[in-house]
């Protein structure tokens, strides 16, 4: 996930965003002038192939929702505390068994690993409010994942490496080397702002100096590397077949599907209006022909239909940041449980019918 605010003018000067800005202009052309307007929400129904998880940075909480807009469940419980609190909640992706929640705080320097539904915290790594490169600690973490493995990755963002931490609290291996910043992967890396997991135990990073996307196989060794043509590549998904998704971390943000060869093969991006994105964080493939978008600074989360180039479902009220039920400020994570994987889940089946 992207790094914090005013941190975003300190990283723009090691970007090249001025190359980045004209390969974008290179790129297929925008929706005609009135997509603004088309890009209102229309209905659909049940878009949702279950539940979304949706981290809400801004309000340092952890939300699950449906299709109709009613949430489910949420983290930290409501006049519960916790053992260790979220502080600015980057991201939550849910465990490989969808039993457990793991979320990385990026001003906190920390990665929780929480019980679902019971919201127990069951394990950290980092220490609270310190930034460090030694054993035991962070430079804001982001895009952690709880990897098949048991092995937890993540992006260790200011470090300029991705780590591979086991539950023993030891690191296991790693892509980068903390304090040499530079793109010469797999011994350095740029800044990097995600770090995905791939089929097969690879893992997909992108740097932001320099907008590189680069694909590493499950031994660290270097796959391949593409130049996205964006100011902030931010999150990317594999979507197999060659294939990647990218949030443009900007404004307007946009989102693309762009190739292994750096081919852009489809992109979102309206200039104003209702459907233009504002520091878009990350996107994901909710079903096929569409995706889901943390349009961050409007304060939403929105399904974006890729056939219609149009918003057709949003979570939040845009541009009005809020804590009640409805509202987001700033979302910044989110993750799919499918249906079938809830309904298995006695304790969220109960979470379900309840509502």
Same mark, same amino acid.
């Given at each position: 996930m992207p790094l914090p605010r005013r941190l975003?003018?300190?990283?723009?000067?090691?970007?090249?965003?001025?190359?980045?800005?004209?390969?974008?202009?290179?790129?297929?052309?925008?929706?005609?002038?009135?997509?603004?307007?088309?890009?209102?929400?229309a209905p659909l129904p049940a878009p949702i192939p279950g539940y979304l998880l949706i981290a809400d940075r801004g309000n340092d909480r952890i939300l699950l929702v449906d299709s109709r807009k009613r949430i489910l469940w949420r983290y930290p419980r409501p006049g519960r505390g916790s053992s260790l609190p979220l502080r600015f909640d980057d991201d939550a992706f849910f465990?490989?068994?969808?039993?457990?929640?793991?979320?990385?705080?990026?001003?906190?320097?920390t990665i929780q690993i929480l019980s679902f539904p019971a919201g127990n915290v069951l394990w950290y790594y980092g220490h609270v409010g310190q930034r460090g490169w030694t054993a035991g600690y962070l430079n804001t973490p982001d895009d952690s994942y709880l990897l098949p493995n048991g092995l937890v990755s993540v992006a260790d963002a200011y470090n300029c490496r991705v780590l591979f931490i086991?539950?023993?609290?030891?690191?296991?291996?790693? *892509?980068?080397?903390?304090?040499?910043?530079?793109?010469? $992967?797999?011994? #350095?890396? /740029?800044?990097? =702002?995600?770090?995905?997991? +791939?089929?097969?135990?690879?893992?997909?990073?992108?740097?932001?100096?320099?907008?590189?996307?680069?694909a590493f196989d499950r031994h660290g060794r270097?796959?391949?590397?593409?130049?996205?043509?964006?100011?902030?590549?931010?999150?990317?998904?594999w979507l197999g077949h060659g294939r990647?998704?990218?949030?443009?971390?900007?404004?307007?943000?946009?989102?693309?599907?762009?190739?292994?060869?750096?081919?852009?093969?489809?992109r979102y991006g309206p200039p104003s209006g209702p459907g233009e994105l504002d520091h878009p964080s990350l996107a994901f493939r909710i079903?096929?022909?569409?995706?889901?978008?943390?349009?961050?600074?409007?304060?939403?989360?929105?399904?974006?239909?890729?056939?219609?180039?149009? *918003?057709?479902?949003?979570?939040?009220?845009?541009?009005? $940041?809020?804590? #009640?039920? /409805?509202?987001? =400020?700033?979302?910044?994570? +989110?993750?799919?449980?499918?249906?079938?994987?809830?309904?298995?889940?006695?304790?969220v089946r109960r979470l379900v019918h309840a509502r």
């Open positions: 975003l003018a300190a990283v723009a000067a090691a970007c090249l965003a001025a190359g980045a800005a004209l390969a974008l202009r290179a790129g297929p052309s925008e929706p005609p002038a009135g997509a603004a307007a088309a890009a209102r929400p465990g490989p068994n969808d039993r457990t929640i793991i979320t990385n705080q990026e001003e906190q320097h086991s539950r023993a609290h030891r690191v296991v291996r790693e *892509i980068g080397t903390a304090h040499d910043c530079r793109h010469d $992967p797999p011994r #350095a890396l /740029g800044a990097v =702002n995600g770090a995905t997991p +791939m089929p097969g135990g690879g893992t997909l990073v992108s740097e932001i100096a320099g907008s590189w996307i680069d270097l796959l391949w590397s593409v130049r996205a043509p964006v100011s902030y590549p931010s999150d990317p998904q990647f998704l990218l949030a443009d971390y900007a404004r307007p943000g946009h989102v693309l599907i762009m190739t292994t060869r750096g081919r852009v093969l489809w079903r096929s022909g569409l995706v889901a978008v943390n349009d961050d600074y409007r304060d939403r989360v929105v399904l974006i239909s890729i056939p219609r180039h149009r *918003i057709v479902w949003q979570y939040g009220h845009t541009d009005v $940041p809020g804590s #009640a039920d /409805g509202y987001l =400020n700033t979302p910044d994570g +989110m993750d799919l449980l499918p249906y079938r994987a809830a309904m298995a889940l006695p304790a």
